[in-house]
């Protein structure tokens, strides 16, 4: 330990007592040592009132194995030694980007505006100055990875489901891994008992209220030190469908969005497939005067339809998955650069048709009205899949990847709870969001 | 285990891809068939001329894009001519937006059409809702028109018969099951709207052909066309003239819907019409006073009586029951189908038909 050039030993000689600081000077508040451990040192007049000076600091824990005192003082802690006979650990870390940002994934237009911190002390307090209820129960714990980080686990006593609850700890305490865990999304692939499983089962969010909101239905939280977001479980596919804003507004405008919502998932999924089943297959699905329009607008194409969408498909992952890492300034320009120049220049060379342009738009644009992250990304995955069967199989292909898919995600189980299901749920499930 | 699951998939994807119904096709490898005719050919020994209509495809589609090519063929069978257009033409001919059939009247007087139809019922890709109506002079010319005002090959047609564009109670429009059906239903006779060039690459399609189970029987005028429209399909925006002294007045009727009824009256079968009309009047060669509305609708009344009792007249002397008395009768009376149809068919020449029209007048078309 010594070895490290921020680690710290002071000796400090008052009277004829001498007291040994050791602290690591890169986490910890050096003005709050000089006060709360320096100062009080050269104002007690014996060495026996330091000692209950020290002993009545807040959060003070004597410890007395090296090992755990070496934790300590990696956790940011100053470790007092007065003359050999007295050991102490007093917390004085620093702490880093404690305030709230203002929430940036999920926004929302007239719920609260700030987001979590990367602290968990500070996102602690947010949780409890939200949920003024006393049967809110925190649970601090260490991740079995390397190095350990430390997460906090609330739920309401009264409220949780105790099986939930057990399940979700189990899977917790399953977690051994040599890789640092520093994200909500990391802690949730390593906590999912299915690996490689395409849909989420545990919502990650960076609101407050929606974890409130959760915690109030009898959901467990998870939060993970160093990260602004947060771990809701058990999830079900409702649960990626709601924004916030459903709760907060008129009843039936948030109805209307929540539908508008499904018809952009339904859109999202099968828009591509669609356009290879009906031109491929089935044109007398549509409307002679479509099918004349279409046939036309595909007439410079060479390729055939699966490949034209396959193309314009992967030009948009691009340009979306461009504009996620580019810096703001330039992303902008990417999609002018992408969206416009791109389409229109794509299908004057003759590579696609104009109506191809309308659904990669559609299905681009449907995409981002799913309100939470995860499931974007997986129905983003799963249109190929959809694209696949239909290429293969035709319109038929496409109805019966859309049976499977609803099959699967009603087959799915998430801690005793069906994924999707379509009627009432039953007592012993956690209620659902009521709406107004 | 997991591979095995894996090839499992895999072979089941690959099977199936062998299956895949009606095969993989661009819709720009495709020719669409648009509109279909069959003529009588020419050839002394063919039977059919059979034309189809192929929708070429235009980028942008506006007034007068409507490209097209006929391919025609003289067989014996329609399959048949078909299957050697296919070999004439550069793409797979597609017969799912078949949606008219022109019937050239000769044809339609010679007769045999169930035998013409066949092809067309029995034929899985051809949507049953398509129109079918007979074509003056031929079928083929009515094909070959090109009006400026389309924007697709033979939308025209869908546009006439579906009542998407123009809405009136002079078309008559016949949807493929509904012919076949009235081909085959004991009671219930068939028709077909007949299409008329008339130059210009224009049409006129106010006549409809009325024909017993095998051939033309009758043709009905402008006027008996509407009669029986409303009997058929009770179509608004009706036109009713009615003779008034020395001049008329009409009524424009928003909804016209025909009944009948079929009673035993002292031994004799009466059918009695009744159609209702609502409508206001459009125009008067002679002051309309709007307190003499009812007597308006007495006059009018009188004048729809005698006409449809001269509709029905005809039809009960050419034999053919359009609007289906037959089948009403045989639907209510029990027995022996076959039976009931016999006398049915001794039946028709001798029923006495009353019409009891019931006009409403709600306006006189004028403020005030």
Known sequence: MAESSDFVIRQLDHHDTTVHLFYLKSICDDLKIQRDLVLPLYQADRAESYENYVRSLINQ?????????LERVIKGEAIVCIEDTFIANVPMKKPLNSSPGPAEVEVSVVGPKHAFSEELDTNMNVIRSRYTESSLTVERANLESHPKTEIAIFYDRELVDPEVLEGIKKDLKRISDHIVIQAAGQLQRKMSPARRTLFPTVMITERPDRVVLNLSQGKVAILVQGTPFGIVAPAVFYDFMTAMDDVYSHYWTSRFLLVLRYIGLFFNLTMASFYVGLTSYNPEFLRVQLALSIAGSRAPVPYPSFIEVLFMLLMMELLTEASIRLPRTIGSTATTVG????????????????????IVACVAISNFVLPINEMMFSMRVMKYVFLGITTIFGIMGLVIAFIGLIVHLTRKQNYGRAYLRFF????????????? | MKGKRLLVLLTLLLAGSALGGCGFKDIDKRFFVVAMSVDPSGKEDKKYLVTVKLAIPSPSEKFGSNQYTLVSEDTDSIAQAVRIIKSKVDKELDLGHLKAIVIGRELVEKGNMDEVMDWFVRRRDIQNIAWVAAGVPD??????????????????????????????????SEYLFDFRRRLRERGLDPILPIVESRGDQQVAINKVALLDKNKMRLVLDPLDTKIFNSFYQGIGKYDIQIRQDQGYFIISADNVKGSFTIENVQGKTVITLKPHIHGIIEEATSPISKTELAKYERQAEQEIKERALQ???????????????????????????DHVWKKWVELY????????????????????
Request: net charge positive; glycine share 12%.
């Open chain 1, 61 to 69: 824990k004597t410890s007395s194995s090296p090992g755990q005192l």
């Open chain 1, 339 to 358: 969206g416009l120049i791109l389409g229109t220049a794509a299908t004057q060379a003759g590579l696609v048709s104009n109506i191809m342009i309308i």
């Open chain 1, 424 to 436: 009432a749920e039953n007592g012993k499930v956690v209620p659902r969001k009521e709406a107004g």
């Open chain 2, 139 to 172: 079928g083929r010319s009515i094909l070959d028109l090109r009006p400026p005002t389309e924007r697709l090959p033979s939308n025209m047609l869908f546009m006439s018969f579906g009542q998407v564009g123009t809405e009136t109670a002079y078309i008559v």
């Open chain 2, 311 to 337: 509709f029905v007249k005809r039809l009960q002397q050419a034999n053919i029951d359009p609007i289906g008395f037959g089948l009403r009768y045989r639907a209510r009376h029990p027995g022996n189908p």
């Open chain 2, 349 to 368: 020449p001798e029923v006495e038909f009353r019409v009891q029209p019931h006009v409403r007048l709600t306006s006189t078309g004028q403020l005030g």
